[in-house]
């Protein structure tokens, strides 16, 4: 069964997008082996002056870091590859908008905070097929972070839970090179390599400027 087309609907359109319209997330590309702290950062933060017996052991730390802070802000520090999955249930907008879960920055406003790889969909066939959108039918809106598409055909999948399909690669982020991001890097840290157990005999607690309230102002606020 195909899905209709219409001037005006919820939720994919292109004006108003509340709630966030994605049903799935999957993330199909990370840098897993870049380190982003230097081990001269890491070893002057810890007071290994000389000691090269745990580079490996702390540069592994480092990799670890980075991706929580980037969880933690929703922003890449380096590139990430995502998937992204949309149902047609209420596909009935021209244009169609979709929303992208997580993006990056870029220093200049002309310049896309990411590189998008497929837009697509799949048909009503039985089996279903993917048909790609053709990339002069769609434009990335940077101050909305969502895909902007002129319109979708009607043969799009109603059988399936989430037919249209988004994939991209985020830029690395200007914020890897900021000292108070680094800074919380290097405190999350130190707390690793003190502590290399899930458990401890005593109750820690957290410093007043600890990492959180560090990266707190650089998470985006949801809107």
């Known amino acids: 069964m195909a899905a ?46 000389d000691d090269q017996s745990q580079d490996a052991y702390v540069l592994s730390l480092d990799l670890a870091i980075r991706m929580h802070i980037e969880d933690f802000l929703g922003m890449s ?17 021209t244009p ?11 220093q200049n406003q002309l310049n896309a905070p990411l590189t998008i790889g497929v837009v697509g969909y799949y048909n009503d066939n039985f089996p279903p097929v993917f048909t790609t959108v053709n990339s002069s039918q769609y434009f990335y809106d940077n101050s909305g972070n969502k895909i902007v598409i002129s319109s979708l055909p009607t043969e799009i999948n109603t059988q399936m839970t989430a037919p ?16 108070v991001i680094k800074q919380a890097g290097l405190l999350i840290l130190t707390h690793l390599y003190n502590n290399r157990s899930d458990a401890t005999e005593t109750k820690l607690k957290t410093i007043p400027y600890g990492a959180q309230v560090l990266l707190r102002p650089y998470k985006p606020l949801v809107m």
């Open 164 to 179: 249209i399909v988004v994939e991209y690669t985020t830029v690395a982020n200007p914020l890897a090179a900021y000292p």
């Open 77 to 93: 520090i380096f590139p990430v590859t995502y998937r992204v999955w949309y149902g047609a249930e209420s596909l009935t907008a």
């Open 4 to 49: 209709d087309s219409v001037l005006t609907g919820m939720p994919f359109g292109g004006q108003s997008r509340n709630p966030f319209n994605y049903v799935k997330v999957e993330q199909i590309g990370r840098d897993v082996t870049t380190n982003w702290l230097t081990a001269n950062e890491i070893t002057d933060h810890l007071n290994l002056f």
């Open 96 to 106: 169609v908008s979709l929303d992208l879960p997580e993006v990056s920055q870029n």
